[in-house]
């Protein structure tokens, strides 16, 4: 009998022993596998933070150069030909620009305006007096949609305050005294040889690349702006 049960007990933890053993193997694979998954994640979540700031960075590029070509360029001259598909104009410095122009090219004509005219909800376009500081020889008052001049916040007591492109308040500056011209939709024929003009311009996407005018104001003849 004592045989016997010293047998039993050694089957018994032969047995156990088995099952630990085989419990062990199972809790590693186990282990293993979860170690697997971890590192799979940490792979597809780096993969997936690499792609999205490449594709962040992508898209900031995209946006500076749509925005740089959305600013455009501001050109002022007089008129020396024009056609039905572009204008050319004498720049300050004498040499000619040729601009091209399309169905959605605004014009507007610039006409004798008054005080009144200068204020929020329209853009102006300031000719400071030569030599002296925060004085305007000359506002150009444009509809708020217009490519040129800044946003009017406020305008009183004879000074007038713009919004920057940047969306700060610059400085009041003295309008007292200036002339004021106020520029409204006109027809195409009003661009003719001889004139003064304000443009707005953007290069073309295609080349050759081109300036393609999204504005012309057409100024009076006794403007300031371009001698």
Same mark, same amino acid.
């Given at each position: *009998? !004592? /045989? %016997?049960? !010293?047998?039993?007990? /050694?089957?018994? +933890?032969?047995?156990?022993? !088995?099952?630990? #053993?085989? #419990?062990?193997?199972?809790r590693a694979v186990i282990g293993g596998v979860v170690v697997l998954l971890l590192i799979a994640a940490a792979g597809a979540i780096f993969?997936?933070?690499?792609?999205?700031? #490449?594709?962040?960075?992508? %898209?900031k590029k995209t946006d500076a150069a749509k925005q740089k070509a959305a600013a455009g360029v501001q050109v002022i001259g007089v008129v020396t030909t024009v056609d039905a598909t572009s204008v050319t104009l004498r720049i300050p410095n004498g040499q000619s620009r040729r601009l091209?122009?399309?169905?959605?090219? =605004?014009? $507007?004509?610039?006409?004798? +305006? /008054?005080?009144?005219?200068?204020?929020? /909800?329209? =853009? +102006?376009?300031?000719? *400071?007096?030569p030599g002296i500081t925060g004085v305007a020889e000359e506002v150009l008052v444009l509809p708020l949609t217009a490519r040129i001049g800044l946003p009017v916040v406020k305008a009183g007591f004879g000074f007038v305050w713009l919004r920057?492109?940047? !969306? %700060? $308040?610059?400085?009041?500056?003295?309008?007292a005294g200036a002339a004021v011209d106020n520029a409204v939709a006109a027809p195409r024929t009003v661009i003719?040889? +001889?004139a003064k003009v304000i443009a707005h311009a %953007?290069?073309?996407?295609?080349?050759?690349? =081109?300036?393609?005018?999204?504005?012309?104001?057409?100024?009076?003849?006794?403007?300031t702006f371009f001698g």
């Open positions: *009998m !004592g /045989g %016997q049960v !010293g047998t039993f007990r /050694g089957e018994r +933890g032969t047995r156990g022993d !088995g099952v630990a #053993r085989s #419990r062990r193997r199972t993969a997936l933070d690499y792609h999205q700031a #490449r594709s962040n960075a992508e %898209q091209t122009t399309t169905r959605s090219t =605004r014009v $507007l004509n610039a006409a004798a +305006g /008054g005080d009144s005219d200068v204020k929020p /909800g329209t =853009r +102006g376009l300031l000719h *400071m007096k920057t492109k940047t !969306g %700060q $308040l610059a400085a009041k500056v003295s309008v003719t040889s +001889g %953007q290069p073309t996407s295609t080349k050759p690349v =081109r300036l393609a005018a999204t504005d012309i104001v057409v100024l009076p003849s006794t403007s």
